[in-house]
């Protein structure tokens, strides 16, 4: 059960910096394609290090850990590439457009 629990903040930790990066293009922020590669840099960084700290730590259960850790991390990133859609297309909500 820990290396569920810890699998998924993992996965969330890793998602953040393109999520906090997609709600500061939405807020209408300076979002430039130079932010969106350092987030996936940090984003990366931050996934290898907790993994290798899992690997470390835990031990039989890495396997386990390190699945929940990308499967949460992939989900997370799939929702948030849906909002960023939608964003960008702020009339497919009303249904005017293609």
């Given amino acids: 059960m820990l290396s569920f629990v810890l699998g998924v903040a993992s996965g969330a930790a890793g998602a953040l910096p393109s999520l906090l990066l997609a709600r500061r293009a939405r807020q209408g922020k300076y979002a430039s394609v130079a932010l969106g590669l350092a987030s996936i840099m940090g984003s990366f960084s931050l996934l290898t290090m907790l993994l290798g700290m899992g690997y470390l730590c835990l031990g039989g259960d890495f396997l386990f850990y390190a699945c929940t850790t990308m499967g949460s991390f992939l ?17 497919s909500s009303r249904g005017v457009g293609a």
């Fill in 75 to 91: 989900a997370l990133f799939g929702v948030e590439a849906y909002l960023a859609w939608r964003w960008m297309r702020p009339f």
